[in-house]
């Protein structure tokens, strides 16, 4: 096994925790309508219409491998995609009640792999970027077909997260196996940007996979942010040089980060100790943990339709939502059957 796979499988466990049934993987909000929620958890996929108190398992037509990552079609809602682990992609034109596999071009991602995030291209809904474990794939017609997009990343193959800059959609940010890269031509070609970042002897180790999400700031396109597992890094120069900010937080291991859709410089990072929030651009800190009957958060998500609205998966109780920025957090009701 290599030092790459083993740390990838190390990384994989942390972010299980212990009580696998319970973890919810993925957050997927609907862009319009707050009521209809997907949450995947370690074996299937689930979604309710009434705000979380009835849920519906939409795993039905779809293998048996785990669903890592989620999207919806901004423009078509009810057209749903889903990254798994060993299985690729696959689609739903309705909502999740069936589904497709959409594996023409995804050769390289075989049953070892996993597709860690889908990102739409703000400006065509039928152009798609799917970060996996084999590399950074590409689709111009929703999915039909793939085409892998690694020029410029040379020896790396875990791709873990993508940030597509909303302002200006040519411009994308790889977290890979060996560090964060850069590209100004969707995907065409790609810039390694590790300066202050990450250093060459810690890309040479096991410990390269550290990126967990790149953000950049929908107020200052510029400005992006870099969680990885040790740490949170920033950049004021679009990725020529990072700096390292929120050391003062116990816990460096971030696991998700949300950047305020309606408020300049407010962060939201979720990890080991809960979710911790900054009004100033990562500068100071607060706890926001009141109501979390456990503070190993998985995933977290703010609601497109109110920005006071967010939602809070865990890998030990269950699903949570918050009414006022994550000020206090109630339980949602189960959504899992007795397995």
């Known amino acids: 096994m290599t030092h790459a796979l083993a740390f990838l499988l190390l990384f994989v466990a942390a972010l ?98 996993v597709v860690n995030q889908i990102v739409f291209d703000p400006a065509d809904n039928q152009h798609l970027f799917v970060a996996t474990t084999m590399g950074v794939f590409e689709t111009k017609n929703a999915g039909d077909s793939w085409t892998k997009r690694m020029d410029g990343m040379k020896e790396v193959l875990m791709v873990v997260t993508l940030g597509l800059d909303p302002t200006r959609p040519s411009i994308l940010y790889a977290g890979t196996s060996g560090g964060v890269y850069k590209s100004v031509d969707q995907a065409g070609h790609w810039e390694k940007v590790n300066n202050g970042l990450v250093s060459p002897a810690i890309i040479k180790s096991s410990r390269a996979l550290n990126v967990t999400a790149i953000l950049v700031d929908p107020y200052e396109a510029d400005t992006v942010y870099a969680s990885t597992l040790e740490g949170l890094y920033k950049s004021m120069d679009a990725a020529t040089s990072w700096v390292r900010i929120g050391q003062s937080l116990q816990d460096q291991m971030v696991f998700s980060m949300v950047l305020d859709r309606t408020r300049k410089g407010v962060i939201y990072l979720g990890g080991r100790e809960g979710i911790h929030r900054s009004e100033d651009g990562g500068n100071t800190w607060t706890t926001q943990n009141k109501g979390l009957a456990t503070l190993n958060v998985r995933s977290l998500a703010q609601s497109a339709t109110d920005p006071k609205l967010f939602y809070l998966g865990t890998n030990g109780s269950g699903l949570y939502k918050s009414r006022n920025r994550g000020e206090e957090w109630e339980s949602v009701p189960t959504i899992l059957p007795s397995q």
């Open 16 to 113: 299980s925790g212990c009580n696998r049934s319970d973890a919810i993987v993925v957050i997927q909000l609907h862009p319009k309508n707050p009521d209809i929620i997907y949450v995947a958890t370690n074996d299937y996929i689930y979604k309710t219409r009434d705000g979380g108190q009835t849920w519906t398992n939409l795993s039905q037509g779809m293998s048996h491998s785990r669903v890592i990552s989620m999207a919806l079609d901004p423009a078509y809602p009810a057209t749903v995609y889903a990254g798994t682990k060993g299985d690729a992609v696959y689609k739903s034109y309705d909502g999740g009640q069936r589904w497709v596999s959409q594996r023409a071009g995804l050769d390289d991602v075989t049953i070892s792999s």
